[in-house]
């Protein structure tokens, strides 16, 4: 969202706003983010606090206009209609979740428009970290075998059983674990890449139920017009709730043949943290997971194929990514061999402080297991010493002078 986006609100509140400095300012008897740290809320500008509540009143009912699911249509259930927003063209609708009116997949769970991440914020009360959620996350390495989606599916529910009997209430699976990455046309991938009436997605509905856990997997998915994508789905509570489609594509294996995401990922709620999912070669692009912390992610995670020559990848972008951006960081990758490649494993997971908590073998299978602090990742600003040491790499940052990140490149 731009400023020329929202006309209606002055510069100064705009600026403050852009740069997440004021998401306590609202609230009573919190301290304000801002040049000069530590003043009292009610020292804030009033016309700026005004024009902020009515922006943010705005937004609000903008967003439960959006919220309302569209009347029944096209033979779906009023009860499909009334869990998420669907359309008939059986491809993500404008809330950014997958369409499965008509599918064998249980309907939509779509969030209430009051939930959403709690902002960015530098310091939380001693209650709100006495009252921050954690939630336990298993990344699953396993191989994969190419176009087998069945035998792969089989495998997910033996090792997905398997990771929330590890007590997961969030479990991921690499990049493609369903369908296999390394395809040579696209009809090859068509053949096998998941639609919204797969009955894949009904089955991994059901064990989220089961498992009471949620389930984020990858696959090659194919649209009803015809459209390839790289996706990872995810499933809670017996319901199909997210559809991330990869939007930075290198050229190579099945990122040859698909169309790439028009949105970077919107976090979303597990268990009261919000996680945020980008894929693979996404990881090398460090504004994809800035703007999901910038959006409220406790816990970024990518699932990912890193083959032979990502060894510095996987090594350095779990733990600088969550350095910069202090949140979890989990990378799941895949072992064994496909279309003449052998996958290095190496899945991580790192702290907000960039500290590496685990790592896996570069060819066996087997599972992380994180423990996610939300207090530790929203709480953004590092006190060292209070007073004279002191950083917040969020709060810190100079946005008005990043316009060199959304220029057009020069044209030779």
């Known amino acids: 969202m731009s400023h020329n ?3 209606e609100i002055s510069e100064k509140a705009w600026r403050l706003l852009s740069e997440n400095r004021i998401e306590a300012a609202l609230a009573d008897g ?4 801002l040049p000069g740290f530590g003043k009292p809320v009610s020292s804030i500008d009033q016309q700026v606090e005004a024009e902020l509540a009515q922006w943010r009143a705005k937004r609000d009912s903008e967003a439960i206009e959006s919220s309302t699911p569209p009347p029944n249509a096209g033979g779906a259930s009023d009860a499909a209609n009334s869990a998420g927003s669907t359309d008939s063209s059986g491809s993500p609708n404008s809330a950014g979740l997958p369409n499965s009116a008509g599918s064998g997949a249980q ?3 779509s969030p ?5 991440p709690p902002g960015v914020r530098s310091l939380l009360t001693a209650a709100e970290r006495a009252q921050a959620p954690r939630l336990t996350v298993c990344g699953v390495q396993m191989d994969v075998q190419l176009g087998q989606v069945a035998s792969n599916l089989a495998r997910i529910g033996e090792l997905g059983a398997a990771a929330a009997a590890r007590g997961a209430r969030a479990i991921v699976f690499p990049e493609c674990a369903l369908t296999g990455y390394g395809f040579d046309s696209a009809e090859s991938v068509a053949q096998v890449a998941l639609t919204p009436d797969s009955h894949e997605l009904q089955t991994l509905a059901d064990w989220s139920r089961q498992w009471s856990a949620a389930i984020l997997v990858g696959t090659a998915w194919r649209e009803a017009d015809g459209r390839l994508r790289n996706a990872v789905l995810t499933f809670d509570q017996g319901r199909w709730i997210d559809t991330y489609f990869k939007v930075h594509l290198p050229w190579m294996g099945l990122d040859r043949f698909v169309v790439p995401g028009e ?5 979303i709620e597990i268990g009261g943290a919000w996680v945020g999912i980008h ?13 999901m912390a910038l959006a409220g992610a406790d816990l970024v995670v990518l699932p990912t194929n890193w083959p032979p020559g990502s060894g510095v990848s996987c090594r350095v972008i779990p733990s600088c990514r969550a350095l910069e951006n202090r949140v979890y960081f989990m990378a ?10 052998r996958f290095i494993g190496n899945s991580s997971w790192s702290h907000p402080n960039g500290v590496e908590a685990e790592r896996l073998s570069e060819s066996e299978e087997g599972y992380l297991t994180a423990i996610i602090d939300t207090a530790e990742a929203r709480q953004k600003r590092l006190v060292i010493q209070a007073g004279s040491y002191e950083v917040d790499r969020i709060a810190d940052r100079h946005p008005a002078l990043y316009h060199s990140l959304t220029a057009e490149p020069p044209t030779s």
């Open 263 to 267: 949105h970077l990922h919107q976090p």
């Open 112 to 116: 209430p428009a009051a939930s959403r």
């Open 279 to 291: 894929i693979c070669y996404e990881g090398g692009f460090p504004e994809v997971a800035r703007s």
């Open 5 to 7: 986006d929202e006309p």
């Open 107 to 109: 309907p939509l769970l």
């Open 332 to 341: 799941v990758n895949r072992v064994g061999e496909e279309a003449g490649f």
């Open 30 to 33: 919190e301290f304000v983010d």
